[in-house]
Nanobody, 128 residues
């Protein structure tokens, strides 16, 4: 089992920045690929970013490329999502997730079903 706890959400003005953190406990964090997803009010959950267990392979949703940066610190069992140039449409609950990384993950890192463990989410609100 892996327990995931997100933090760092809050209220920010458009154009501002936030850094989300997701800290894992339980089984070996470094063996898991990690992802960030988000769910806006009235919408389905969508992929934001993902990172392999080594940190060498990174994926982003098109709408977040150039604004969001995912990273991880395996020594701290933590994955981060740095969000810059935030827009009101970035308002959502942000979830981190952990995947038992195998060869399929590299082709489907943006798919929810690839992830085995989920955090409770942290609210990000961007005001205009």
């Amino acid at each position: 089992q892996v327990q995931l706890v997100e933090s760092g959400g809050g209220l920010v003005q458009a154009g501002g920045s936030l850094r989300l953190s997701c800290t894992a406990s339980g089984r070996t964090f470094s063996s898991y690929a990690m992802g960030w997803f988000r769910q806006a009010p009235g919408k389905e959950r969508e992929f934001a970013a993902a990172i392999s267990w080594t940190g060498f392979k990174i994926y982003y949703a098109d709408s977040m490329k150039g604004r969001f940066t995912i990273s991880r610190d395996n020594a701290k069992n933590t994955v981060y999502l740095q969000m810059n140039s935030l827009k009101p449409e970035d308002t959502a609950v942000y979830y981190c997730a952990a995947a038992n990384q195998d060869s399929s993950w590299y082709n489907r890192a943006d798919q929810e079903y690839e992830y085995d463990y989920w955090g409770q989410g942290t609210q990000v609100t961007v005001s205009s």
